[in-house]
Antibody, heavy 121, light 105 residues
Framework: QVQLQESGPGLVKPSETLSLICTVS????????WSWIRQTPGKGLEWIGD???????NYSPSLQSRVSISADTSKNQFSLKLSSVTAADTAVYYC???????????????WGQGTLVTVSS | DIQMTQSPSTLSASVGDRVTITCRAS??????LAWYQQKPGKAPKLLIY???TLETGVPSRFSGSGSGTEFTLTISSLQPDDFATYYC????????FGQGTKLEI
């Protein structure tokens, strides 16, 4: 069974960088695209970006200037960095797997449980 | 960006009811649409992809239809476990989600 697990600090200070890691088990990150998605009560679900292990990441235009996604195939992990955070970046952050060819692309068939990140001093 | 608009935002129904949720895209997305169910404190769960294909393990009372800009999710006979929030998601151009429909008793 494919499992994803987010990890990282639950509290980040304003203007600092949010860093999260998604550890994947039961599947190799050498297959499929892998995404970060966040959820807030106000804006709902928001796609942040994705990565394929051998390609360049893709980012949401609204976050592109602040976000970086990378993959570590040796650890079967991918990571998210979001810089210059503000209170508006407070959200539950999910990592997710895109289902791939059968699904036609970015339909997310497996998700992590989510991790709440609060931006506050 | 493609905007996804769901209606209604809240839907009150009873066990056994047939319910339909609508999702409209601001421009055509062919059939690149997925539906998810989310319960409080949990991650979204994929129900349907490519507008009408049922994900493995999802009960057959769930069905999806539509193409282009208008899509529907139908639950043929509501079960107690179905009361949750439902989201549509386009993946024609990057990824975008609808704002959600809360299905309540």
């Amino acid at each position: 069974q494919v499992q994803l697990q987010e990890s990282g600090p639950g509290l980040v200070k304003p203007s600092e960088t949010l860093s999260l890691i998604c550890t994947v088990s039961g599947a190799s990150i050498r297959s499929n695209y892998w995404s970060w998605i966040r959820q807030t009560p106000g804006k709902g679900l928001e796609w942040i970006g994705d990565i394929y292990h051998s390609g360049s990441p893709n980012y949401s235009p609204s976050l592109q200037s602040r976000v970086s996604i990378s993959a570590d195939t040796s650890k079967n992990q991918f990571s998210l960095k979001l810089s210059s955070v503000t209170a508006a970046d407070t959200a539950v952050y999910y990592c997710a797997r895109a289902g791939g060819f059968t699904y036609g692309g970015d339909a997310f068939d497996f998700w992590g449980q989510g991790t709440l990140v609060t931006v506050s001093s | 960006d493609i905007q996804m608009t769901q209606s209604p935002s809240t839907l009150s129904a009873s066990v056994g009811d047939r319910v339909t949720i609508t999702c409209r895209a601001s421009q055509t997305i062919s059939n690149w649409l997925a539906w998810y169910q989310q319960k409080p404190g949990k991650a979204p769960k994929l129900l349907i992809y490519k507008a009408s294909t049922l994900e493995t393990g999802v009960p057959s009372r769930f069905s999806g239809s539509g193409s282009g800009t208008e899509f529907t999710l139908t639950i043929s006979s509501l079960q107690p476990d179905d009361f949750a929030t439902y989201y549509c998601q386009q993946y024609n151009t990057r990824v975008g989600f609808g704002q959600g429909t809360k299905l309540e008793i």
